[in-house]
């Protein structure tokens, strides 16, 4: 008896060396598993690193990301988590009715959850606000803010448990939109059309938590609309196709649904409205100069405005300072030099801000507008 | 270095058990035994390893010099130096903090200028390492044991890893013959996992689970209704029997797998049906401890008034409490339980008696859970706040704690209480019992391998993790 006892715990022990061996081969390979977050990389550590912890923290990170067989547990997890408590394990990411995915902060704002804190917070921005759009005027430039939609406002009646939850009647960006027009700053208000038109299509896809492609298209044609109604120009022409209708999300239209990770995806069971569109400038010296400031909404517009030049000298600021256009090639940044040089640089700056974060407008780009010219003046 | 961390479980025990198979002799393992828990504790505190390891080299020669001399007197002075450098460093370490922020306090208050002091950082596991070293010092002094030959030997003992950080409290005589000298079975060792990966289920999917639903309410008293404040200190009643019996369980079975037999630390506590016997039940070791080192040489029940049983119970708590934790909640904490002792031994054991089990199981639970607000919430007037809230009966809607926390709920009632029933006490029995027929050996470890896996999965993909008990 105590042979075979030997044999099964010698066979234990090989088996625990076995999965030891398998972690350590893929020590600090990258894992395949969709979504952000955060890999921890093999590397050298200093002795400073042993001695204040970062090292073993480092260590025990890698190695719970790189236990042998790592992402298929990650997927039987969530996909346990998701079948039997109707839980997914994406950071912030709940799942409403009808399998429409909200993010949790959306859904907060609906609610009122810490729109005093947000009101303060805009309530420091505001006379930047107001100081840069002074600015632009003296130069006879305009701001423009896009007030985008969030999708708990426009899809709240599939947020679970919404109708036992008070909805206050006024949100942050009411007192946003009674800020700007007080100070006759131009709003083109997406999120008043988004509710108060009914669309053929959906406006947010089920598992995305951006605008539909459809929308976006929307939002893109109201944009050079503005552009040639500001100008009195006719500035672009339009090529569409027949709308198409699909199951099969394209671009952004899931991209909830695709960070799940899961076995067995939540079904698709909505017909989404894609187009093939064509915006063409048809007048190409008097396309005005716009500088975009916004956030991930914006790119799945920017392409088309890329691609087809359809302003002229054009910039798009990614939340806090990263820059893009067609002629950036290497990764820049914002300073409040940049900042303030925009004020000449571009004839529209357009703000575009999700109506939850409001209180974020401008990530900080009127601060730093004031503070340089302040300094220039000094 | 954790139990429960992806490092230890894959990386760390594997390689130390089959290496410590497959060397020759207890000799040669015992060093590799050393050498793996000298790694260990530096793994997770590298600027307190030389200091553990100075002072435990420092103090097996004290103790020695005590034992080789006749002469009481040297004796005694030799006793006092090793207790001097032992508590000296627990004192320094986890409460000089404590007596330097209260008596700057107290210099504020009457108008003095107070002093700056740089904060001294608590090295992991110093109140078990004291304890252990202080039952060395007394029993080699008390003659009931005779001290080890080898250094290496000693340093084993004290730092030997599975007990190192979080007991359980080993008193040299119950492991001294052990360290030279121990039978390795291969059954036992089998069990030993077995008792390993149930603790780390107890840790990673009962503690850990019930944790993370709570623990975000203690930071917002202000805002539980009476109905949530019950559902989180239940939790956290839960939470630490499970944290802390799971540690010990892994701690026994890693001893069990080198060879080691480890003295049991918890008895099912929460069937307890009164004060008295939950601490009979409860972190066993310490109560044993504090028993014969302190609560004994005080003159324990032997005294002559029941004035001087009563200070010696309350003394016993009290330092009990401290042992805890440098602050002045975990002194209410002790004060509370030394004061149940008291009732009890004034009426209430008898009254408890005088009713049905289940009820008096209950009235204990109760106020045991009672005292763990106390234990958790550092500051008095948010300890205050919750008992106005447990105790305001007016709202007691119960928020969705998702499915998760309720199964770990459920298997906490079921692990807890289950040894108040025959059947219950009949699986514990079977559980803990070192298995030779095969059949119940496959089967214990193919759902240790099982539950070890499940763990595993668990730990890789969730980040929540912290043990409670370190801090002690």
Not at chain 1, 51 to 67: C, H, I, M, Y
Not at chain 1, 202 to 230: N, R, W
Not at chain 2, 66 to 92: T, V
Request: net charge neutral.
């Amino acid at each position: 008896m105590n042979v075979t006892h030997k044999i099964i715990w010698n066979g234990l022990l090989l088996l625990l060396v076995f999965v030891t061996y398998k972690s350590s081969l893929v020590l600090g390979v990258p894992s395949k598993l969709k979504g952000a977050y955060a890999q921890e990389t093999k590397g050298d550590f200093t002795s400073d690193e042993y001695f204040n912890g970062k090292a073993q923290a480092k260590f025990d990170r890698l190695s719970q990301q790189n236990f042998f067989g790592h992402d298929l547990w990650v997927t039987l997890h969530n996909e346990w988590d998701y079948r039997i408590w109707n839980h997914l394990n994406v950071h912030e990411v709940v799942v409403g009715e009808d399998g429409y995915l909200f993010e949790q902060s959306y859904i907060d704002n609906l609610y009122g959850i810490h729109r005093f804190a947000q009101m303060e917070r805009l309530e420091e921005r505001k006379e930047n606000i107001v100081f840069t759009d002074s600015l632009l005027k003296t130069k006879s430039k305009q701001l423009v803010f896009l007030l985008m939609p969030a999708k708990s406002f426009l899809y709240p009646d599939k947020i679970s448990g919404y109708k036992n939850e008070f909805v206050p009647d006024k949100h942050i960006h009411d007192d946003f939109l009674k800020f700007a027009k007080a100070n006759e700053i131009k709003v083109l208000n997406f999120l008043d059309y988004f509710q108060n038109h009914k669309l053929g299509h959906p406006a947010f896809p089920k598992q995305g938590i951006h605008l539909s492609k459809y929308a976006e298209t929307m939002v893109l044609d109201s944009l050079l609309s503005f552009l040639e109604a500001e100008t009195a120009l006719d500035l672009y022409d339009y090529e569409f196709t027949d709308i198409e209708m699909s199951q099969q999300p394209r671009g952004r239209d899931d991209d909830i649904g695709q960070v799940l990770n899961l076995i067995n995806p939540i079904p698709l069971t909505e017909e989404l409205a894609y187009r093939e569109f064509k915006f063409n400038r048809v007048d190409t010296l008097n396309t005005p100069d716009v500088l975009v400031i916004g956030d991930s909404s914006f790119w799945g517009i920017y392409p088309n405005i890329s691609n087809y030049y359809l302003f002229g000298n054009h910039e798009f600021w990614y939340r806090k300072n990263e820059m893009f256009s067609i002629d950036i090639t290497t990764q820049m940044y914002t300073d409040p030099q940049i900042c303030l040089a925009s004020i000449e640089k571009f004839d529209y700056v357009f703000i575009m801000i999700n109506n939850t974060d409001v209180d974020f407008v401008g990530w900080n780009y009127f601060e730093k507008v004031k503070s340089e010219f302040l300094k220039g003046l000094e | 270095m954790v139990f429960s961390s992806t490092t230890f479980l894959i990386y760390f025990l594997p390689i130390f058990l089959l290496v410590y198979q497959w060397l020759p002799s207890n000799r040669i393992k015992n060093v590799w035994f050393l050498s793996t828990s000298i790694f260990f504790y530096a793994w997770g505190a590298p600027k307190f390893v030389f200091i553990l390891l100075a002072s435990t080299i420092i103090d097996f020669f004290l103790v020695k010099t005590l034992h080789d001399s006749e002469d009481s007197g040297k004796r005694k002075r030799f006793l006092i130096l090793s207790l001097c450098l032992n508590l000296g460093l627990l004192a320094y370490f986890k409460y000089a903090n404590f007596f330097v922020e209260n008596a700057q306090q107290l210099l504020s208050s009457l108008g003095f200028e107070t002093f700056t002091w740089v904060k001294v950082l608590l090295p992991i596991g110093i109140s078990f390492y004291t304890f252990q070293t202080l039952t060395y010092s007394i029993d080699v002094y008390r003659r009931k044991a005779t001290p080890l030959k080898n250094v290496s030997d000693y340093l084993l003992y004290i730092m030997m890893f599975p007990q190192l950080i979080a007991g359980p409290i080993v008193r040299y005589n119950e492991i001294a013959q052990q360290l030279t000298d121990r039978k390795i079975l291969s059954h036992s060792q089998l069990q030993g996992f077995f008792r390993f990966s149930m603790g780390l289920f107890k840790k990673v999917i009962i503690a850990n689970t019930l944790g993370s639903v709570i623990e975000p309410y203690f930071s917002n008293i202000e805002a539980l209704n009476p109905g949530m404040a019950w559902v989180v200190i239940f939790g956290y009643a839960f939470q630490i029997y499970f944290d802390f019996s799971g540690y010990s369980d892994m701690a026994i079975g890693i001893g069990k797998m080198a060879g080691f037999k480890f003295p049991e630390n918890f008895n099912s506590p929460y069937i307890s049906s009164s004060i008295t016997e939950f601490w009979k039940r409860w972190h066993m070791t310490l109560g044993t401890w504090m028993r014969d080192y302190l609560y004994i040489p005080l003159g324990g029940n032997r005294v002559n008034s029941k004035g001087r049983l009563y200070f010696n119970l309350s003394f016993v708590f009290l330092m009990s409490g401290l042992w805890h934790g440098a602050s002045w909640n975990f002194i209410l904490w002790g004060i509370f339980h030394g004061l149940f002792l008291i009732l009890d031994r004034l009426f209430l054991s008898n009254f408890l008696k005088s009713m049905p089990k289940i009820l008096s199981v209950w009235l204990t639970f109760m106020i045991v859970t009672l005292s763990w607000v106390i234990f958790k919430i550092e500051d008095l007037s948010q300890a205050y706040l919750f008992y106005q809230k447990l105790f305001t009966f007016s709202n007691f809607e119960i928020y969705n704690v998702g499915g998760g926390a309720m199964i770990a709920f459920a298997l906490s009632i079921i692990f807890g209480f289950s040894a108040l029933t025959k059947i219950g006490k009949k699986c514990e029995i079977f559980l803990l019992k070192d298995h030779q027929k095969l059949g119940f050996v496959l089967l214990k470890t193919s759902s240790s391998l099982l539950i070890c896996w499940v763990c595993l999965i668990e730990l890789t993909t969730s980040s929540f993790n912290p043990f409670i008990y370190f801090r002690f």
